[in-house]
């Protein structure tokens, strides 16, 4: 596929045809998607193809907490899980709320389950003494997670880079024998969509582009 064609139509896929996805097939993705850069080039980066279904479901299961708290903050009119204004909905809230589990049926049911792990000595935090959350490190393990989405384009799959499980991280690290030190990223579905979508919702360039300053023409 042209590369442009790629970048506008790699879309959040999550409802996937029931059909494996080839063993070289996701090989010749991480394959290419390889290339993508990271913090000094240190590469601390391992993915896991997680095969076994009774994990599946346990990772599934894991993302149920996250979601539910996603959701109910998303009715309440909140931009979610965001670090700047506190949330109105309350722990309780989110325990006694019915589990939304068709926001993770996509981790459930996806032909091809990867988790992808970033080795945290090997990230270069610039941002680490700043008085926000930290940016920078994500810098290091998401272009290979969107690297992985855009190369399962080209090969006619989909997929999503799904974070409700990360809340879940100490669990996730015991399920998959994850060192502590290695940070989990992502959990990405992926397979055959059942649709492809092409004209993605995205601001235009106007609001995005300046010149010279954050407010500039
Ligand atoms: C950092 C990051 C975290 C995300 N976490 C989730 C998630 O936990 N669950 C999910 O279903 N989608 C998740 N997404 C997918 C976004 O919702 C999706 O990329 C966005 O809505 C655009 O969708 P579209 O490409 O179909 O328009 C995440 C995407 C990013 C980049």
């Given amino acids: 596929m042209e590369l442009y064609d790629v970048m506008r139509t790699t879309f959040?896929?999550?409802?996937?045809?029931?059909?494996?996805?080839?063993?070289?097939?996701?090989?010749?993705?991480?394959?290419?998607?390889?290339?993508?850069?990271?913090?000094?080039n240190r590469q601390g980066w391992r993915v896991i193809n997680v095969t076994?279904?009774?994990?599946?479901?346990?990772?599934?299961?894991?993302?149920?907490?996250?979601?539910?708290?996603?959701?109910?903050q998303m009715q309440a009119g909140e931009s979610p899980l965001n670090t700047i204004h506190p949330s109105a909905v309350t722990e309780e809230q989110v325990a006694q709320?019915?589990?939304?589990?068709?926001?993770?049926?996509?981790?459930?049911?996806?032909?091809?389950?990867?988790?992808?792990?970033?080795d945290l000595?090997?990230?270069a935090s610039m941002d680490k003494d700043l008085d926000r959350?930290?940016?920078?490190?994500?810098g290091s393990i998401y272009p290979l997670a969107w690297n992985i989405l855009l190369a399962?384009?080209?090969?006619?799959?989909?997929?999503?880079i799904t974070t409700w499980g990360v809340a879940c991280e100490p669990e996730?690290?015991?399920?998959?024998?994850?060192?502590?030190?290695?940070?989990v990223a992502a959990i990405m579905p992926l397979g055959k969509p059942v649709?492809?979508?092409?004209?993605?919702?995205?601001?235009?360039?106007?609001?995005?582009?300046?010149?010279?300053?954050?407010?500039?023409?």
């Fill in 12 to 40: 959040a896929c999550r409802e996937f045809v029931p059909e494996p996805m080839p063993e070289e097939t996701l090989q010749r993705i991480v394959e290419h998607a390889r290339f993508a850069p990271s913090g000094g």
């Fill in 52 to 72: 076994d279904a009774a994990l599946r479901e346990r990772i599934a299961d894991l993302s149920l907490p996250a979601a539910t708290r996603y959701l109910l």
């Fill in 97 to 118: 709320a019915a589990r939304p589990d068709w926001l993770v049926e996509h981790i459930r049911k996806a032909p091809t389950l990867l988790v992808v792990t970033v």
């Fill in 121 to 123: 000595a090997l990230v």
């Fill in 133 to 138: 959350v930290g940016l920078v490190s994500g």
């Fill in 152 to 160: 399962a384009r080209n090969e006619g799959y989909g997929g999503t």
């Fill in 172 to 183: 996730i690290q015991a399920l998959l024998n994850i060192p502590p030190q290695w940070a």
């Fill in 195 to 217: 649709k492809q979508l092409t004209r993605l919702k995205r601001r235009p360039v106007e609001e995005i582009l300046f010149t010279n300053s954050w407010d500039g023409s």
